[in-house]
């Protein structure tokens, strides 16, 4: 499905395209389950192989709603790692804020669905940005070199 966008109406897929669809599910981790039926699989599963499709459209930019939902770490963290390696613009929405500390460059904080910030990543998250937008507290600490939220 992902190569559709670069089909005519009724074209049959390339080898090229076979070729492009078995590198984006190995990108996902999910070419052991290319034989498989989309309903046949978790949830997780599914979500990587919507990632998979992403990548089989070959664009500079990707956009993604929660891409980490119902995956477990291992994935969550195989898949912010893959996107960052992909050298694609990837704009997300996360509720993680340490995923969004560890992996993103730049974010827009929303409140009651309007930005009340935006810019560098480690520059925003703060504590009193956290307090205000979600009214708890927390403390910032470094782990490995990166900040780390740690909620109270």
Do not use: W
């Amino acid at each position: 499905m992902g190569r559709a966008p670069y089909k005519k109406m009724m074209e049959r897929d390339s080898e090229e395209d076979y070729r492009i669809a078995e590198e984006s599910l190995m990108k996902a981790d999910m070419l052991g389950f290319k034989e498989r039926s989309y309903e046949s699989l978790s949830g997780g599963e599914k979500q990587r192989v919507i990632l998979a499709r992403a990548f089989c459209q070959d664009t500079e930019c990707i956009i993604l709603d929660e891409p980490a939902n119902h995956l477990d770490i291992r994935y969550q963290i195989s898949l912010f790692n893959t996107l960052i390696k992909s050298g694609k613009t990837v704009i997300t929405s996360v509720h993680d804020l340490n995923t969004a500390l560890r992996y993103c460059n730049k974010i827009c904080v929303l409140k009651k669905g309007k930005i009340i910030a935006s810019g560098n990543t480690e520059e925003l998250i703060t504590r009193e940005l956290i307090r205000d937008v979600f009214q708890v507290d927390s403390r910032i600490i470094e782990v490995e070199g990166k900040p780390t939220v740690v909620f109270l």
